[in-house]
Nanobody
Framework: QVQLVESGGGLVQAGGSLRLSCAAS????????MGWFRQAPGKEREFVAA????????YYADSVKGRFTISRDNAKKTVHLQMNSLKPEDTAVYYC?????????????????WGQGTQVTVSS
């Protein structure tokens, strides 16, 4: 099994920055891609960004392009999400997810491993 643990959430003013981290442990060799999703109250979980572990290829939701950057640390089996120019609409619980495939997808049900989530709140 794979365990994912997020950290770095918090409260920030609009225009500010936060950096989320997700540490993977366990059978990480079975994981080929990692991503971030978010879920606001009363809304469905939505894709934010993902990265292919081997190649480092990343892709983003249109709503965060140019503001968020996903990166990975191979040695530490950690993925980061640098979030800049935050907006109140970015407020949500952010979840780290892992996938046993390198095929690009933005669908939550295509990711088999999930962290517990971390709250990000952006005040106006």
């Amino acid at each position: 099994q794979v365990q994912l643990v997020e950290s770095g959430g918090g409260l920030v003013q609009a225009g500010g920055s936060l950096r989320l981290s997700c540490a993977a442990s366990g059978r990480t060799g079975s994981m080929y891609a990692m991503g971030w999703f978010r879920q606001a109250p009363g809304k469905e979980r939505e894709f934010v960004a993902a990265i292919i572990w081997s190649a480092g290829t990343s892709y983003y939701a249109d709503s965060v392009k140019g503001r968020f950057t996903i990166s990975r640390d191979n040695a530490k089996k950690t993925v980061h999400l640098q979030m800049n120019s935050l907006k109140p609409e970015d407020t949500a619980v952010y979840y780290c997810a892992g996938r046993r495939s390198e095929i690009l997808t933005t669908l939550p049900n295509e990711f088999g491993y999930w962290g517990q989530g971390t709250q990000v709140t952006v005040s106006s």
